[in-house]
Structures are given as structure tokens and as C-alpha cells.
């Protein structure tokens, strides 16, 4: 059974940072994608991130430079480490599973099988 489970969000100021932690059971990261996505209050959801089996990433536009994607094989879990945080940031953040053989571990808007329940980033001015 694969389940994931999100931990770190909460409040900061513009410029600071903060690191999410994601548990995986399921799978492990040589057998899988992993991703993280955010979604905003009346927004879409945002692609953030998404990593291949071979540990290969894919950075959204926006986060790209200051997010950095990273594993804990030995806890199996994933990390964002989020720096230079911006108000634009702030959304409920999420990561997702699947297995490495589809098209979603090509794009950082893929759709993916599994998926958390999220922690909430909030990032003031």
C-alpha cells in the first residue's frame, strides 16, 4: 500500500526558508517518481518538481534556483528544501508517486497515482 505523508509547512517571512519532509511506504525512490506539486486557494495546481528514478529533476520556471528536490534513502524520504521563499509561494504543498514508466515523470504537471494530504506554506511580505 502506498501512502505519503508531508511534514514542515508553516509560517515565514519573504526571504526565509523552509524544508518539507515527505515519508514514502510503498515505494522506494529507485522504483519510482516522485513529485511535489502546490496548490494556492482558487488556483490550479502547480507542478513544482518532479524526479525520475535516477534521482534526474525537472524544476517548475518559478521555483527553479531556489527549491532544491533531495532524498533520505535510509528514512525513505523525499525533501524540499525551499529558499528565497516569495508571497507567491504560498500554497498547500504536496507530494506525489508513481511508478517510473510514464509519461508524468516527463513533466512537472504530470499526473500521478498517489498523493499526500499536504502541509500549508505560508509565506508573508
Known amino acids: 500500500q502506498v501512502r505519503l505523508s508531508e511534514s514542515g509547512g508553516g509560517s515565514v517571512q519573504a526571504g526565509g526558508s523552509l524544508k518539507l519532509s515527505c515519508v514514502v511506504a510503498?515505494?522506494?525512490?529507485?522504483?519510482?517518481?516522485m513529485a511535489w506539486f502546490r496548490q494556492a486557494p482558487g488556483k490550479e495546481r502547480e507542478g513544482v518538481v518532479v524526479?525520475?528514478?535516477?534521482?534526474?529533476?525537472i524544476y517548475a520556471e518559478s521555483v527553479r534556483g531556489r527549491f532544491t528536490i533531495s532524498t533520505d534513502n535510509e528514512s525513505n524520504t523525499l525533501h524540499l528544501q525551499m529558499n528565497s521563499l516569495k508571497p507567491e509561494d504560498t500554497a498547500l504543498y504536496y507530494c506525489?508517486?508513481?511508478?517510473?514508466?510514464?509519461?508524468?515523470?516527463?513533466?512537472?504537471?504530470?499526473?500521478?497515482?498517489?498523493r499526500g494530504q499536504g502541509t500549508q506554506v505560508t509565506v508573508s511580505a
Open positions: 524526479r525520475d528514478r535516477f534521482g534526474h529533476a
Open positions: 506525489a508517486a508513481d511508478h517510473p514508466w510514464g509519461s508524468w515523470c516527463e513533466d512537472v504537471n504530470g499526473s500521478f497515482g498517489y
Open positions: 510503498g515505494y522506494t525512490f529507485e522504483t519510482s517518481c
